[in-house]
């Protein structure tokens, strides 16, 4: 797989919540779902770069997709999600990261807080487009409902594809009427049949990640059949 590194400019800037932005980049690159890439830039005489999931499935790569959420004391994602425009110019290198799909599964639960559901979706839409036999579940966990990112698109392929199930967490909302409890055993139990069968992608901040891994330990999921990307 071949190592891009060049300038880029942003092409389109989709609002996905009140404080979550998807930026488009026109270029073809060659990654599998679930990679990253590296974005850097000078500003106020200082270099930031930080690394940012690619949301959008390799079946459709005439755009790479970002998705970024502001976050507290986040510098980069500030920057984007108040500052950056159409036009702006950045120096992307990538794809990187091991986080990724194989074709060969045929049994998946995807585990995501926040901003983390970014290379989760790369794999979703992949499978979808590539119409592969694999049974998806997803758990998605956010604080208030205007948070969830992607989540007329979710709910709509949670119903045209059986095979994807979509389990939405909110978890400070006493008004919500689906799951209101963090991330547990006993909501993984009551959607996954045999914990044993699938392979489990757990994507978020990363105290969240440590701990949803440390979880699937504990229920004797073998370590080779967990993935995790933090989102620190």
């Not at 488009?24 to 500003?43: A, C, E, N, R, V």
């Not at 489990?200 to 990307?229: A, D, F, R």
Request: aromatic content about 12%.
């Amino acid at each position: 797989m071949k190592l891009f590194k060049g300038n880029l400019k942003v092409e389109k800037i989709i609002q996905e919540t009140p404080n979550a932005k998807t930026f488009l980049f026109k270029k073809q690159l060659d990654f599998k779902p679930g990679q990253f890439i590296t974005l850097s830039k000078q500003t106020n005489g200082e270099k930031i770069k930080r690394s940012f999931s690619i949301a959008s499935p390799p079946t459709k790569n005439d755009f790479i997709h970002i998705t970024i959420k502001k976050e507290e004391n986040g510098a980069m994602s500030s920057y984007f999600v108040d500052d950056v425009k159409v036009g702006d110019e950045f120096e992307v290198m990538g794809p990187m990261g091991l986080f990724t799909y194989e074709d060969n599964l045929k049994d998946i639960v995807l585990i995501g807080g926040g901003s983390g559901i970014t290379p989760l979706m790369s794999i979703l839409r992949y499978i979808i487009d590539k119409k592969l036999d694999v049974k998806i579940t997803l758990f998605y966990s956010n604080k208030k409902p205007e948070y969830i990112i992607y989540r007329k698109e979710l709910e709509e392929l949670s119903k045209k594809y059986p095979q994807f199930k979509y389990i939405q967490i909110v978890t400070k909302d006493p008004a919500w009427k689906g799951h209101k409890e963090r991330f547990n055993k006993h909501l993984l139990k009551q959607y996954v049949s045999d914990l044993n069968i699938p392979t489990y992608y757990v994507s978020g901040p990363t105290v969240m990640v440590k701990s949803i891994k440390e979880l699937l330990l504990n229920l004797n999921i073998n370590k080779s059949n967990i993935k995790t990307e933090e989102f620190g």
